[in-house]
């Protein structure tokens, strides 16, 4: 087939990651007999540098255009003036908001090779396997923020509509039909006005549509704390944008290391746009440290849920077991042992593609 990736490199170690994925994708176009094209595109401080905003027309005509988006990471100390009228970040909003990417899927799952690299015990993290659903255009991060009183008060809105949470939980909830069954739910309903209605919306959409799946509500805070002491016992996890940003970040932490988890950001039609969970880590930009796998990891995501090549995507998979499994680790998951840079671990993924079969 014929596909088009839209590349979004970004800041820090954005591009260097970037472009481990592409030459992952080049290799899987190349093994599977697909012809995969790839254009890229400014966004974050380097288009705020280059174009004076953070997400250029261009930008976001391309990626529109694309069967698939790849974006590396955004921000860094050079743009963080809290003052500055554009910041990298904005540019990340306004493109999953102008392409309706309201759904982020980001799974946790632990690898057995990295259990050593982590902070938690093995018997704690062993056989994880949980997908979470963040909601990913709506909550604090697009109500809007008001300032009075010169400066002295600020207030960050977080807003919810039912619409916008029915469609999140539904599409949990599908997830959950194909895997064990159970979705948990997170809010903090005994606070905020947001998590009554997330929290009844839930409810309702689970009871009526849904009675075949296992499902649960749970506070935000307990939740933190139940993801560091029996994270096995979940499996689809369904959250407001700033409670998924908090708590994926947590996660990331039961493999081992950020470097190692992907997401998705979907909408109801259009392409999806697939990123590392991780940031642009300024402090190890340039140094050829980076761990490209959550970013190869993710344009596996792309080869699924945007191209529907799933034996292509299970493909990359494999092939990082195989990088793994044959103890090749970038520097955040070598616990003290052995490391290769970058671009070495992309060439192992890349090799071990040639050696896995579909
Ligand atoms: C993420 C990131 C972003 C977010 C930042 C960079 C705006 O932390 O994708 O999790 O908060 O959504
Ligand atoms: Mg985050």
Same mark, same amino acid.
């Given at each position: 087939?014929?596909?088009?990736?839209?590349?979004?490199?970004?800041?820090?170690?954005?591009?260097?990651?970037?472009?481990?994925?592409?030459?992952?994708?080049?290799?899987?176009?190349?093994?599977?007999?697909?012809?995969?094209?790839?254009?890229?595109?400014?966004?974050?401080?380097?288009?705020?540098?280059?174009?004076?905003?953070?997400?250029?027309?261009?930008?976001?005509?391309?990626?529109?255009?694309?069967?698939?988006?790849?974006?590396?990471?955004?921000?860094?100390?050079?743009?963080?003036?809290?003052?500055?009228?554009?910041?990298?970040?904005?540019?990340?909003?306004?493109?999953?908001?102008?392409?309706?990417?309201?759904?982020?899927?980001?799974?946790?799952?632990?690898?057995?090779?990295?259990?050593?690299?982590?902070?938690?015990?093995?018997?704690?993290?062993?056989?994880?396997?949980?997908?979470?659903?963040?909601?990913?255009?709506?909550?604090?991060?697009?109500?809007?923020?008001?300032?009075?009183?010169?400066?002295?008060?600020?207030?960050?809105?977080?807003?919810?509509?039912?619409?916008?949470?029915?469609?999140?939980?539904? *599409? &949990? #909830?599908?997830? $959950?039909?194909?895997?064990?069954?159970? =979705? @948990?739910?997170?809010?903090?309903?005994?606070?905020? /006005? %947001?998590?009554?209605?997330?929290?009844?919306?839930?409810?309702?959409?689970?009871?009526?549509?849904?009675?075949?799946?296992?499902?649960?509500?749970?506070?935000?805070?307990?939740?933190?704390?139940?993801?560091?002491?029996?994270?096995?016992?979940?499996?689809?996890?369904?959250?407001?944008?700033?409670?998924?940003?908090?708590?994926?970040?947590?996660?990331?932490?039961?493999?081992?290391?950020?470097?190692?988890?992907?997401?998705?950001?979907?909408?109801?039609?259009?392409?999806?746009?697939?990123?590392?969970?991780?940031?642009?880590?300024?402090?190890?930009?340039?140094?050829?440290?980076?761990?490209?796998?959550?970013?190869? *990891? &993710? #344009?596996?995501? $792309?080869?699924?849920?945007?191209?529907? =090549? @799933?034996?292509?995507?299970?493909?990359?998979?494999? /092939? %990082?077991?195989?990088?793994?499994?044959?103890?090749?680790?970038?520097?955040?998951?070598?616990?003290?042992?052995?490391?290769?840079?970058?671009?070495?671990?992309?060439?192992?993924?890349?090799?071990?593609?040639?050696?896995?079969?579909?």
């Amino acid at each position: 087939m014929e596909a088009r990736f839209a590349l979004l490199p970004g800041d820090g170690i954005g591009p260097e990651v970037i472009s481990e994925a592409r030459r992952v994708l080049e290799a899987v176009a190349d093994v599977a007999g697909h012809r995969f094209s790839f254009t890229e595109y400014a966004i974050g401080g380097c288009a705020i540098d280059d174009h004076g905003v953070a997400l250029p027309e261009a930008t976001l005509e391309g990626a529109r255009s694309a069967d698939a988006i790849l974006l590396g990471a955004v921000g860094g100390p050079r743009w963080s003036d809290p003052l500055a009228s554009s910041r990298p970040e904005d540019g990340l909003l306004a493109i999953r908001s102008e392409l309706g990417l309201f759904a982020n899927v980001r799974p946790v799952r632990t690898q057995p090779q990295l259990a050593d690299a982590a902070p938690r015990k093995r018997e704690i993290i062993e056989d994880v396997d949980s997908l979470f659903f963040r909601e990913l255009t709506g909550g604090i991060y697009f109500g809007g923020s008001t300032t009075t009183s010169e400066g002295a008060t600020v207030a960050d809105h977080m807003r919810s509509s039912v619409h916008e949470i029915e469609r999140i939980v539904r *599409l &949990a #909830a599908e997830a $959950a039909r194909h895997r064990r069954g159970e =979705l @948990t739910s997170v809010d903090k309903a005994n606070v905020l /006005a %947001v998590s009554r209605l997330w929290r009844s919306v839930a409810d309702r959409v689970m009871s009526e549509e849904f009675p075949d799946v296992e499902f649960e509500t749970v506070l935000v805070d307990a939740m933190a704390m139940h993801l560091l002491s029996r994270p096995r016992d979940f499996d689809v996890v369904v959250t407001g944008n700033l409670f998924g940003d908090i708590l994926t970040d947590e996660a990331s932490m039961l493999p081992g290391s950020m470097g190692m988890l992907a997401s998705a950001s979907l909408g109801a039609s259009g392409p999806g746009l697939f990123e590392p969970i991780h940031g642009s880590a300024p402090d190890i930009a340039g140094t050829g440290t980076a761990n490209p796998l959550a970013m190869i *990891l &993710a #344009a596996a995501m $792309a080869l699924e849920h945007s191209l529907g =090549l @799933t034996d292509e995507s299970i493909r990359i998979h494999r /092939a %990082v077991d195989v990088v793994l499994d044959a103890g090749i680790r970038t520097p955040d998951i070598a616990a003290g042992g052995p490391v290769v840079s970058t671009v070495e671990m992309g060439t192992a993924v890349v090799e071990a593609l040639d050696r896995t079969t579909s």
